[in-house]
């Protein structure tokens, strides 16, 4: 039976934070620690500002050196999840967001009280739902109008999940979000 590479990398993973699980005490791992600091940095600013073509050839870096540290076991504690969803969550394939939504939920599972998975699993859904030609649920990503040039909400489903439930991941209501989007340029 022939798995997809997502599917044995999402085993492996389980199984690390099942064996991590009590490995609290454990030191985040710096090195991750760096790229998904660069990875923000190279987001931090205005939008219009960003080449998308650098930083697409280094998010393709950082997430080839978090497979690195994903293969060699060296991604071990919430923190470490969270940092190597945080460069999956910028990839470009629908595995990429399948790996960034399991990796959050890792880092969920191993520190539950750490309000930041939440919103960014929520994140990491919407993404794989848009990159699979569905509509969000969550209403956490933005695109630009290619009739106005101006950032808006994209695609929601409205009926998968309500305000309460946005509020629960720590998100704020649908008109909220849609107000939002006229904050960028």
């Not at 293969?71 to 969550?89: K, L, S």
């Not at 990839?91 to 309000?115: C, M, Q, V």
């Not at 998968?160 to 989007?181: I, M, N, Y």
């Amino acid at each position: 039976m022939s798995h997809q590479p997502w599917k044995r990398r999402l085993a492996v993973l389980i199984v690390l934070a099942t064996l991590g699980a009590g490995a609290q005490a454990l030191e985040p791992n710096p090195k991750l620690r760096e790229i998904a600091a660069a990875d923000q940095q190279d987001r931090a600013g205005p939008i219009d500002a960003i080449d998308d073509k650098k930083l697409a050839r280094r998010d393709a870096e950082r997430r080839t050196q978090v497979m690195q540290l994903l293969e060699q076991g060296e991604v071990r504690v919430a923190e470490d999840y969270f940092n190597a969803a945080t460069v999956f969550h910028h990839g470009e394939t629908a595995e990429d967001f399948k790996l960034a939504f399991s990796l959050i939920n890792i880092a969920a599972a191993l520190r539950p009280e750490r309000p930041g998975p939440k919103a960014a699993t929520c994140s990491a859904w919407d993404r794989l739902l848009l990159r699979s030609g569905k509509p969000q649920w969550y209403g956490t990503q933005f695109e630009r109008s290619a009739k106005t040039g101006k950032m808006e909400l994209s695609a929601v489903d409205e009926s998968a999940v309500t305000d309460a439930d946005r509020k629960a991941c720590g998100l704020p209501t649908l008109q909220e979000l849609r107000t939002s989007a006229e904050r960028f340029k």
